[in-house]
């Protein structure tokens, strides 16, 4: 009910809050135009359960990338997910926000995909986001 009721509302500008791995992030699907913007705060790293544990300290005598396989894909991979809700069509323009300094590590940074990563810009300021958003609108 709530998602219909934001998505009936074309003429309103809204703002839907979701969780990564929720419903609204991986369930739902958005008119090509209709999502201006996605902002990602934080990485959704799984719970480091004690099952999660021992699995990659098993994984690790046979895949030297067992902890990025269990920890780091999975957060690109929800990340990801939930960016491709406003993604509908390739000549679509939205921007996209990766509210976390940890998306800039090595380790978490060669996992997300080229077209994202080579738009990168660090802003450290309400002011440089303003001048982001209106130069990333503006542009031709």
């Given amino acids: 009910r709530i998602m219909r009721t934001f998505k009936d509302q074309n003429s309103v500008k809204r703002v839907l809050l979701a969780v990564q791995n929720g419903r609204f992030s991986e369930g739902?699907?958005?008119a090509p135009g209709s999502v201006k913007g996605i902002v990602i705060v934080g990485l959704a790293l799984p719970r480091p359960t004690k099952e999660l544990l021992l699995t990659i300290r098993y994984l690790k005598r046979d895949i030297p990338s067992a902890y990025t396989r269990a920890f780091i894909q999975p957060a690109i991979r929800a990340c990801l997910q939930s960016i491709g809700r406003a993604l509908r069509?390739?000549?679509?323009k939205i921007?996209?926000?990766?509210?976390d300094s940890r998306f800039l590590h090595d380790e978490i940074a060669r996992e997300l995909p080229l077209w994202l990563t080579q738009r990168f810009t660090?802003?450290?300021?309400i002011d440089q986001i303003t001048r982001s958003i209106s130069e990333f609108?503006?542009?031709?």
């Fill in 28 to 30: 739902e699907d958005f």
């Fill in 89 to 92: 069509a390739p000549s679509g």
């Fill in 95 to 99: 921007s996209i926000y990766l509210m």
């Fill in 122 to 125: 660090v802003v450290d300021n």
């Fill in 137 to 140: 609108y503006h542009e031709s």
